[in-house]
C-alpha cells in the first residue's frame, strides 16, 4: 500500500509545473519536506543541510551546536536564536531563555513542523525586519531542538531505533503509569541523555520549555502522572484565559485529565526536576494531503500565533517582585511589594546587606501573590542597621521546589522612623557600658574645672555670640 502511494504522489508531483514552484514567493518558507503516505515530513539529512544553511546566512543571530548524537549517530541540532551582538538587553538585564523540543516521536511530523517553524518565523522576522522578532531576538534566547528522534523520524515510527518512547524516558516518576516501551531506565537513551544534559547546562533557568507532539490539538500543562493542579495553577490558568481570550480557543488542560496518565515525560521533567513553566503542544493529527505542499505559516498559523504569544510574553511566567517602599521603625520594617509577573513566590525574604557585603538580617519568609500589590510587616528586633548598607530580595521565581532563587538589589529611597531615646545622664545604659564611662569622666572633669578658668570660658562665649 505504501509503495502505491508513494507512485501516486510522484505522478501528481510530476504533472505540477516546475516554473510555478519556483515562482512561489513563499519559497523561503516552505517545509523541505518529502512526500510519505498521507502527509509530508523532513529527513535528518534535508534538516542538516537547512539549520547549517542557516547558520552560514545569518550567522549573527544563529548559532548551531550539536548537543549529543542519537543511537544511530546523528547529530542532534540545536538552533540557537538571538541578537548575539550583545549578551544582555538594551537595558543591561538578563536575557529571558526559551526552550523547544521537537519530535520525540518519529511519526508526529506536524509536531516537528511546529518547532521547525517556531525557529523559522523568527530567522525570517529578522530578515525582513520585522519588528516583533527583532524585539524578541534582541531582549530572548530561542534554543531550539527541532528532531530529537531523527532515526524514529527517517523510519516513520514512534519509538527510537531501540523501541522505547523516549517521551516516557525521563527521570520524572519513571515508568510509575501504565505505559509501554519506557526503556530500561531513566535516560537508558542516548537522546534523552543528551537532551537533559542541554536542559542542566545550558538552560537551567528557562521561562518557557515547549515539547511539541501530534495527536489531538491540545495543549498540556502538569501533572502528567496526577490529575491535581501544579503548584503554580495561578500561572497556567492566567496564560489559559489569555490565550483563550485573545489568541486561540484550543484548550489547555493539565495532561492527566486532558488526555490520560503518563508518566516520564519532558514536560514534567522540565517541571518539576528543572522548573521551568512547561507545555506539550500537541498539533492535530491532520497530515499533508497527498501531493500538497501547503505553507507551514497556513497550514499552523493558529499555533504559531500561540507560540508567538508564549515567547512574546516570557518576561511574565515568573514572579517579579518590585519593591515600592521600605519603611525602618525601633522594631519593624514594612514592606511595600507588587508583583509584576504571573507567577506567585511563597518563600521570599528580605535581607540587610553591611557595606563590606556580609548578610547581617534576613526577615522571616513571605508571600507574594502573582499580579498582585502586598504590605507586609515583618520583625526587626534583631535587626543591626548601619544605613551605610543596602537592601535586597532573595526569592523563588515559582512556587515549585524545583524553580531557581534569584537575588535582586533594592535601589529605592528608605524611609527611617526610630523613635528618640532618652539621653539623660546614665540613664538607660549599663554602669560599666564603654559609652557610660566616657560620658562620665567628661562630666567629672567640668565639674572639677577652676572657677577662674570657667570664668574665661564665659567671656570668650560672650564675644563668639557677639
Not at 544563529?62 to 540545536?78: F, T
Amino acid at each position: 500500500m505504501r509503495v502505491a502511494v508513494s507512485l501516486v504522489l510522484c505522478m501528481m508531483l510530476a504533472a505540477i509545473p516546475i516554473t510555478s514552484a519556483q515562482s512561489d514567493s513563499n519559497q523561503e518558507n516552505m517545509w523541505p519536506g518529502d512526500p510519505i503516505d498521507s502527509h509530508v515530513h523532513m529527513t535528518w539529512a534535508a534538516l542538516t543541510l537547512e539549520v547549517n544553511e542557516w547558520a552560514d546566512n545569518y550567522p549573527e543571530i544563529v548559532d548551531l551546536v550539536s548537543v549529543g548524537e542519537s543511537e544511530l549517530g546523528k547529530s542532534l541540532w540545536v538552533v540557537r536564536l538571538s541578537d548575539w551582538s550583545n549578551d544582555t538587553k538594551p537595558d543591561g538585564t538578563v536575557k529571558e531563555v526559551v526552550y523547544i523540543d521537537g519530535g520525540h516521536h518519529g511519526n508526529e511530523y506536524l509536531g516537528t513542523a511546529l518547532a521547525w517553524l517556531s525557529a523559522k518565523w523568527y530567522i525570517n522576522g529578522w530578515a525582513e525586519g520585522n519588528q516583533e522578532a527583532m524585539n524578541v531576538l534582541q531582549n530572548s534566547e530561542i534554543h531550539v531542538l527541532i528532531m530529537l528522534n531523527p532515526d524514529g523520524n527517517d523510519i516513520d515510527t514512534r519509538w527510537n531505533i531501540n523501541q522505547v518512547d523516549l517521551n516516557r524516558n525521563y527521570d520524572h516518576f519513571w515508568n510509575t503509569c501504565p505505559t509501554t516501551q519506557p526503556g530500561s531506565s531513566a535516560f537508558s537513551e542516548a537522546e534523552t541523555s543528551a537532551n537533559s544534559a542541554y536542559m542542566n547546562t545550558e538552560v537551567p533557568d528557562a521561562d518557557l520549555y515547549v515539547t511539541m507532539h501530534t495527536g489531538v490539538w491540545i495543549m498540556l500543562y502538569p501533572w502528567g502522572k496526577w490529575p491535581e493542579q501544579p503548584a503554580d495553577w495561578e500561572l497556567y490558568h492566567q496564560i489559559r484565559e489569555d490565550v483563550n481570550e485573545n489568541v486561540s480557543t484550543i484548550p489547555i488542560q493539565n495532561a492527566n485529565q486532558g488526555l490520560y496518565p503518563n508518566c516520564g515525560t519532558s514536560r514534567d521533567y522540565g517541571y518539576g526536576v528543572m522548573g521551568y513553566p512547561t507545555f506539550t503542544f500537541e498539533t492535530d493529527d491532520e497530515q499533508f494531503v497527498p501531493g500538497s505542499f501547503e505553507n507551514l505559516n497556513e497550514r499552523l498559523e493558529e499555533e504559531m500565533d500561540v507560540m508567538r504569544f508564549l515567547i512574546n510574553n516570557v518576561w511574565y511566567w515568573r514572579a517579579r517582585l518590585d519593591v515600592q517602599s521600605i519603611e525602618i521603625a525601633d522594631d519593624e520594617v514594612t514592606l511595600a511589594v507588587d508583583n509584576l509577573g504571573q507567577a506567585s513566590t511563597i518563600n521570599a525574604t528580605l535581607q540587610y546587606v553591611e557595606s563590606g557585603g556580609e548578610v547581617t538580617w534576613t526577615s522571616s519568609p513571605f508571600t507574594v501573590n502573582a499580579t498582585n500589590s502586598t504590605i507586609i510587616d515583618l520583625d526587626a528586633s534583631n535587626l543591626s542597621y548601619s544605613g551605610d548598607g543596602m537592601w535586597q530580595l532573595y526569592y523563588q521565581v515559582r512556587v515549585i521546589n524545583a524553580s531557581r532563587w534569584v537575588t535582586e538589589a533594592i535601589e529605592i529611597q528608605i524611609t527611617e522612623n526610630f523613635e528618640e531615646e532618652d539621653t539623660g545622664f546614665l540613664i538607660g545604659y549599663g554602669i560599666f557600658n564603654s559609652l557610660t564611662t566616657v560620658l562620665s569622666i567628661t562630666g567629672l572633669a567640668i565639674v572639677l574645672k577652676p572657677k577662674e578658668e570657667s570664668s574665661e570660658d564665659n567671656c570668650d562665649s560672650k564675644v563668639r555670640d557677639s
